[in-house]
Nanobody, 124 residues
Framework: QVQLVESGGGSVQAGGSLRLSCAASGRTFSSRGMGWFRQAPGKEREFVAAINWSGGSTYYADSVKGRFTISRDNAKNTVYLQMNSLKPEDTAVYYC?????????????????WGQGTQVTVSS
């Protein structure tokens, strides 16, 4: 089973940038797709971005397309989420997870081994 630890969250002003990291332990990391999700207070967890095992295929939610970039370094067992042009509506706890279902899925039910999350707060 893969264990995930997110880091890199914080507080920024609108228009700023943050880079989230998700460090994974376990041998299956490099053979699995990975995803980032977020959850704002009182809202359901929503898909943000996903990347396949090799990094050659990525998908983004429409709300972050053109602003966020997902990437991975299999040698370091780490997946990243570069977030630029941040907006107040991006405020949420961000989680990374392993895709245990078939590529591609944005359904929460197809992901597992969730990390503890990292808070991102964007002020206007």
């Amino acid at each position: 089973q893969v264990q995930l630890v997110e880091s890199g969250g914080g507080s920024v002003q609108a228009g700023g940038s943050l880079r989230l990291s998700c460090a994974a332990s376990g041998r299956t990391f490099s053979s699995r797709g990975m995803g980032w999700f977020r959850q704002a207070p009182g809202k359901e967890r929503e898909f943000v971005a996903a990347i396949n095992w090799s990094g050659g295929s990525t998908y983004y939610a429409d709300s972050v397309k053109g602003r966020f970039t997902i990437s991975r370094d299999n040698a370091k067992n780490t997946v990243y989420l570069q977030m630029n042009s941040l907006k107040p509506e991006d405020t949420a706890v961000y989680y990374c997870a392993v895709l245990y279902g078939s590529w591609f899925s944005q359904s929460v039910q197809d992901f597992g081994s969730w990390g503890q999350g990292t808070q991102v707060t964007v002020s206007s």
